[in-house]
DNA sequence: CGTCTTTGACCCGCGC
DNA sequence: GCGCGGGTCAAAGACG
């Protein structure tokens, strides 16, 4: 589930990070998470700047279907992220949020390296693919991936300017799993209803 | 007719 | 250098 992206040299202490909403799915079949903490000064300071809030980490409380404080180590600095989860007669549950653990690596000798967008992904068990998370993806393309038996889907956000992309795949050891990637920010805001019609939709400019 | 999906080809990074 | 595999492109087809 964690990407390996860039490494830390030194590792900074563990960052706490909290929930910023968490909504019962059951409740009009919508569902946000968010997350938010600060990342270590010493990546925001770096060449990496871009990809220096991009870690994710998020715990599934116990049994009140709430996702709790839980404790970022260095891997795993969190800064937001938003699951939406928005169609009628669907049935969405979020059993699991992985993360894209973003990590730099910050090579003492000068090698060129290509920047990554900041990157997460989440598991979801789900009867359809593609989850409705407020924005709009077209689809450009599908892959078999070796070792598993479905393809994997890419999607790119069909805002203009907007570069973000998503793949999605199913679990291999569990076809009812769905893992979604997001890569990139968008620069815009969610371009459907979910957004309006959402009661904390004053947290979405923190998300995304 | 415009938009979106499908799908084979192509590109490129990485490991050997 | 070569082959493999993941990611992207783009033409063609489907659909509303």
Not at 27 to 42: C, T, V
Not at 101 to 108: D, E, I, L, R, T
Not at 164 to 182: F, G, H, N, Q, S
Request: some cysteine.
């Amino acid at each position: 589930m964690f990407e390996e992206q860039v490494m830390i040299d030194e590792i900074p202490p563990p960052l706490q990070f909290g929930c910023l909403e968490s909504l019962n799915n059951n409740n009009n079949n919508k569902a946000f998470l968010g997350a938010i903490a600060s990342p270590p000064p010493d990546l925001v300071t770096s060449s990496c700047l871009g990809a220096a809030h991009q870690l994710l980490s998020l715990n599934r409380s116990t049994a009140n279907n709430s996702w709790a404080w839980g404790q970022v180590t260095a891997e795993d600095c969190v800064m937001m992220m938003r699951v939406g989860n928005k169609r009628g007669g669907d049935v969405h549950s979020h059993v699991g949020l992985g993360i894209a653990a973003m990590k730099m690596k910050m090579k003492k000798t000068k090698v060129r390296r290509k920047v990554r967008e900041p990157r997460f992904c989440f598991k979801t068990m789900s009867d359809v693919d593609v989850l409705e998370d407020g924005y709009k993806w077209r689809k450009y393309g599908q892959k078999v991936v070796k070792n598993t038996q479905h393809p994997r889907s890419y999607y790119r956000c069909t805002e203009e300017k907007c570069r973000v992309k998503k793949r999605v795949e199913r679990l291999a050891e569990d076809p009812r799993m769905v893992i979604t990637t997001y890569e990139g920010r968008h620069v815009h805001s969610p371009s459907n209803d979910l957004q309006a019609s959402e009661t904390t939709s004053q947290l979405t400019d923190f998300l995304w």
